[in-house]
């Protein structure tokens, strides 16, 4: 679905900010891209297709909506600043035109949205700021189970922690927590220059591709307070990272080696898997414990 372009080069970005009386914060981690080729290139590894419908975080001043609306069916796009939010729908209609009405602008935080709103969006595809990352994404991954894929340019070290596998120095309660909804690949690496303002760090881009959680009879709240816990004190064998949460440090051994992990391991070296089998034996203590009361 080719739409007549209009994408932001450097001197529209600015002028528009200039018009809207705009200085970008730090609090909101507000980096706008100001490169239509890097658009294009997150456009393309998307992957998008004319049937699919995205939804897009923090759209800015709408560098990357105006490359999404190019290719997708429709884009629901999320901001908070409320200023922002009120001027993209003008921005998308001075330059294309044709997509006006392929575009919903929800002004709203993204982690206190309870739903994503009809039409249900296939894809994620959005810049990220660095500060609320991974919540956004764990939030969109809870509350949603229409889209399957996505697409986001994340800080580097944040994208380094949401690929992470087991016994990586990045791995963590992000990577851990992150696997359990879907595959994270890196798939690029994107400098400062095509920025306003320009960050101090590379961004990365992270593909994501949704996938079963492990079979468990644990609920995701049971198997990521295991992870939350492990990763607490990460430097200390599962058998005393774990007693808060389970008891003591002898009631976690049990449970650890009836899960048939090592007590003496640390967090760093369990896949997601291997939590959910710990989970499901905490969760089962604790169902015999209740039943005999």
Same mark, same amino acid.
């Given at each position: 679905m %080719? ?5 932001? =080069? ?14 970008? %914060?730090? #609090?909101?981690? #507000? ?11 997150? &456009?393309?590894l998307? $992957? ?13 001043? *709408?560098s ?25 729908? =003008?921005?998308v +209609?001075?330059?294309?035109? $044709? +997509?006006? =009405?392929?575009?919903t ?10 739903? /994503? ?33 996505? /697409? ?5 070290? &944040?994208? =380094? ?20 909804? +879907? ?20 961004? *990365? ?10 079979? %468990? ?5 049971q ?21 808060? /949460? ?9 449970? /650890? ?11 760093? %070296? ?19 414990? $209740?039943?005999?009361?």
């Amino acid at each position: 679905m %080719t739409t007549t372009t209009g994408l932001l =080069d450097p001197s529209s970005v600015r002028a528009l900010a200039t018009r809207l009386g705009l200085r970008p %914060t730090k #609090q909101r981690g #507000q980096n706008f891209v100001t490169d239509a080729n890097t658009i294009r290139r997150l &456009v393309a590894l998307a $992957g998008l297709g004319p049937d699919d419908v995205v939804c897009e975080i923090g759209p800015g001043l *709408g560098s990357l909506t105006l490359g999404l609306l190019e290719q997708a069916r429709h884009v629901l796009a999320i901001e908070i600043d409320p200023l922002l939010a009120g001027q993209l729908a =003008d921005t998308v +209609a001075t330059r294309m035109p $044709g +997509a006006a =009405d392929r575009l919903t602008v929800l002004e709203a935080d993204a982690l206190a949205v309870p739903a /994503l709103p009809e039409p249900h969006p296939t894809v994620v595809v959005a810049n990220l700021p660095y500060n609320v990352s991974v919540p956004v994404l764990l939030h969109l991954l809870a509350i949603d189970q229409h889209w399957s894929r996505g /697409l986001v340019m994340v800080q580097l070290e &944040v994208a =380094d922690r949401l690929v992470a596998g087991p016994g990586s120095r990045t791995y963590g309660v992000p990577s851990v927590k992150m696997a359990w909804y +879907a595959e994270a690949v890196r798939v690029g690496t994107v400098p400062p220059g095509v920025f306003w303002p320009v960050p101090n760090v590379d961004s *990365g881009l992270v593909r994501l591709t949704r996938r079963p959680p492990p079979p %468990t009879t644990a609920s995701r709240a049971q198997v990521f307070a295991v992870v939350d816990a492990a990763f607490a004190q990460r430097r200390k064998m599962l058998r005393a990272a774990l007693a808060p /949460l389970i008891g003591s440090s002898m009631a976690a051994s049990a449970v /650890l080696e009836a899960a048939g992990v090592d007590p003496q391991a640390r967090g760093e %070296t369990l896949t997601v898997e291997d939590f959910a089998r710990v989970a499901e034996q905490l969760a089962g203590r604790e169902g015999q414990s $209740g039943a005999g009361r």
